[in-house]
T-cell receptor
Framework: DTEVTQTPKHLVMGMTNKKSLKCEQH?????MYWYKQKAKKPPELMFV?????LSINESVPSRFSPECPNSSLLNLHLHALQPEDSALYLC?????WGNGYTFGSGTRLTVV | DQQVKQNSPSLSVQEGRISILNCDYT??????FLWYKKYPAEGPTFLIS?????DKNEDGRFTVFLNKSAKHLSLHIVPSQPGDSAVYFC???????????FGKGTRLSVIA
């Protein structure tokens, strides 16, 4: 298995909802990442987990809460989002830091 | 300050001709460079990479050139095909626990 699987592919949520994005990989990668991408912009790093520990939080608002239950899974819990949080959320993994990234196809999130 | 720069937001090339996408970086600690291709509403797909110990890496129709003294790299696609039409992101990382930094991307259109 050489893929990063993200679910759901599309999500529409209201500003008072609580939802979660899921990411899974079975390549034995020990680093996992959440990126946010707005239209016509590069992916922006949100969080990095290394060996299931949060290593980087790029000053992301607390309405985004990451979780790494085990080495294969990465979740992003969403609560009280704003319409401007609508974007493509990408998960990626790598064997170790810095190279060999594999990206998932993303979750297209719309906050209404 | 943007550490990875792709100064051309778009590029149009005729089918069969060469496409050259450019990327400049400012951080001299970067030692690994990657190119990703991205279709709309999908995650980036790894295309080709180069480490700082090399100045050229070739994979089929894709060749990446690295000029360390100029802090410049380029992606050559020859011959260009309509299916190559996508946004191309240049990304860089340094050794030791540094995540990828992306450029803003160049939209390539290959015209039949």
């Amino acid at each position: 298995d050489t893929e990063v699987t993200q679910t759901p592919k599309h999500l529409v949520m209201g500003m008072t909802n609580k939802k979660s994005l899921k990411c899974e990989q079975h390549m034995g990668h020990r680093a996992m990442y959440w990126y946010k991408q707005k239209a016509k912009k590069p992916p922006e790093l949100m969080f990095v987990y290394s060996y299931e520990k949060l290593s980087i939080n790029e000053s992301v608002p607390s309405r985004f809460s990451p979780e790494c239950p085990n080495s294969s899974l990465l979740n992003l819990h969403l609560h009280a989002l704003q319409p401007e949080d609508s974007a493509l959320y990408l998960c990626a993994s790598s064997q170790d830091w810095g190279n060999g990234y594999t990206f998932g196809s993303g979750t297209r999130l719309t906050v209404v | 300050d943007q550490q990875v720069k792709q100064n051309s937001p778009s590029l149009s090339v005729q089918e069969g001709r060469i496409s050259i996408l450019n990327c400049d970086y400012t951080n001299s600690m970067f030692d690994y460079f990657l190119w990703y291709k991205k279709y709309p509403a999908e995650g980036p797909t790894f295309l080709i990479s180069i480490s700082s110990i090399k100045d050229k890496n070739e994979d089929g129709r894709f060749t990446v050139f690295l000029n360390k003294s100029a802090k410049h790299l380029s992606l050559h696609i020859v011959p260009s095909q309509p299916g190559d039409s996508a946004v191309y992101f240049c990304a860089a990382s340094g050794s030791g626990n540094t995540p990828l930094v992306f450029g803003k991307g160049t939209r390539l259109s290959v015209i039949a």
